[in-house]
């Protein structure tokens, strides 16, 4: 017998370990970019300690500082100019004739008006309680599909269709738990709404329906088919707050690499202006001073690389996850 059931959470469906997961996904993108930047200035320290010359000697003879504190200075510019096309780009999308605008203002109602009639009443505003509608509506249709069954002679049917229901209902449980007061913006809400497998769910109960297409009933089947349908409205639900999301992500990113950027060129010019091989002599902890400087100097002038890094390795985790729509399962979901 075929086995209709799935875990609960995308973790627990990805083939990758949990703390892996943890750093792509789960983890806050601020606190992550803090984890990146201790792991630099402690390996700039290591190396530095170990080195066999001493800071103060490599920048008597090189000055090699003020040449690589020069070098950050024009990659932070040039850096901020890729932030304002960033943010260009996610703005072009806003920016249109109002002939466009109407367009979207009716394919976008077209929708609401498919929802509305799935949920019985208006669609949501929350884009956390509408896809938890969405969920809790196919959760109400399974179970209805299922007292259709029930009378079946065939008891293949009834225990399977039993048994992809109950997983249907436990993952809806989980991903609706997850989705109830999650605010837009933060990561929770995505996360949820990954957490819900409807692609599986679709794909398991088309076989269902055709693996036992001439013991279903005209009633059994049409019962099965809207359940198929609610589960089909949620793909695109999804889809577009994930591309909200993606928009609200790629804002903050802009914003967050722009304040970095000012606080790492008054480092990088302070590195340049004032600092030489005279610079605070002594030592702290049996560590030159001035090595303790340059380590953090230039661990805060990366910070803003560090946090697009942060950023990019949860939108692209995301993005590989959900690029295929419908009964489509990919590995590792």
């Given at each position: 017998m075929r086995d209709l059931t799935t875990a609960n959470t995308m973790r627990e469906r990805a083939a990758e370990n949990r703390y892996k997961l943890w750093v792509l996904l789960n983890a806050n993108r601020w606190l992550l970019t803090g984890m990146l930047a201790a792991g630099v200035f402690s390996l700039l320290m290591l190396w530095g300690v170990s080195s066999s010359q001493s800071i103060r000697a490599v920048i008597a003879s090189e000055d090699w500082v003020k040449m690589t504190f020069q070098a950050l200075i024009g990659a932070l510019i040039t850096g901020t100019t890729l932030v304002v096309s960033i943010n260009q780009l996610v703005l072009s999308q806003e920016i249109g004739p109002l002939g466009s605008q109407r367009k979207r203002m009716d394919l976008a109602m077209d929708f609401y008006q498919n929802t509305d009639e799935?949920?019985?009443?208006?669609?949501p505003a929350s884009p956390a309680l509408f896809l938890k509608e969405l969920i809790d509506a196919t959760s109400d249709r399974a179970q209805r599909f299922e007292q259709t069954v029930q009378p079946s002679d065939d008891e293949d049917l009834r225990a399977q269709t039993a048994e992809y229901v109950d997983d249907l209902l436990e993952n809806a449980t989980v991903a609706g738990e997850g989705l109830a007061g999650a605010d837009f913006g933060s990561y929770d809400v995505m996360k949820s709404a990954l957490n819900y497998n409807y692609d599986?769910?679709?794909y398991d109960l088309r076989w269902l329906l055709a693996e036992h297409e001439e013991d279903l009933s005209a009633e059994?089947?049409?019962?099965?088919?809207?359940?198929?349908?609610?589960?089909?409205?949620?793909?695109?639900?999804?889809?577009y707050v994930k591309t909200l999301y993606f928009q609200w992500s790629l804002v903050k990113l802009s914003q967050g690499i722009l304040y970095l950027a000012v606080l790492a060129l008054v480092v990088a010019g302070g590195m340049l202006l004032f600092v030489d091989e005279g610079t605070m002599i002594g030592s702290?902890?049996?560590?030159?001073?001035?090595?303790?400087?340059?380590?953090?100097?230039y661990t805060i002038c990366v910070l803003p690389f560090l946090l697009f890094v942060s950023y990019i390795l949860r939108l692209a985790t995301i993005a590989k996850r959900t690029s295929a729509m419908g009964p489509l399962v990919l590995r590792g979901d």
């Open positions: 799935l949920l019985d009443f208006p669609s599986r769910k679709m059994q089947r049409e019962s099965g088919v809207r359940t198929l349908e609610a589960l089909a409205m949620y793909g695109p639900a999804r889809e702290l902890f049996g560590v030159d001073n001035l090595l303790w400087i340059v380590a953090l100097a």
